[in-house]
């Protein structure tokens, strides 16, 4: 049975092992470069995702504290990315804060949005 090179779809020497999914070692390590670039960049837009949110809560967390109402249509009007968040906190009402670097957030029942400073060294 013939097989083909998994990179560039040449055929696979039969003097390499009978798994073998690359022509050669060169093939396999090009296909690795592409991997790893791939992997990169699928954690890069993460990050960066990630870093804009935490942004975004930097920048609302003082209307929070001078009592003005942070609603959900703001954030989400900016493209928060409300799947992101590093982890969750439960406060004592049961409550669940989402974490994202120094600030935790809470979506209450109204739209509006709690921010607060958090610990989360704990977790």
Known sequence: MTKHCKYCS???????KSSATYCSDACYYEA???????????????IN???????????????????QAVTYAMLDGLQFNW????????????NIWKVIGKYCYL??????IAIEL???SNQ
Do not use: M, W
């Not at 690795?32 to 993460?46: E, L, M, P």
């Not at 799947?83 to 049961?94: A, H, K, M, V, Y």
């Not at 979506?107 to 509006?112: A, G, H, M, P, V």
């Open 49 to 67: 995702l990630f870093n804009r949110n935490k942004e975004l809560l930097e920048q609302f967390y003082p209307l929070h504290q001078l009592g």
């Open 10 to 16: 040449n055929l696979i020497p039969s003097i390499r």
């Open 118 to 120: 958090c610990d989360n």
């Open 83 to 94: 799947g992101i968040s590093e982890g969750e906190l439960q406060d004592s009402d049961s």
């Open 32 to 46: 690795k470069k592409v991997r790893s670039s791939t992997h990169y960049s699928s954690q890069q837009a993460f």
């Open 107 to 112: 979506l209450n029942t109204d739209k509006t």
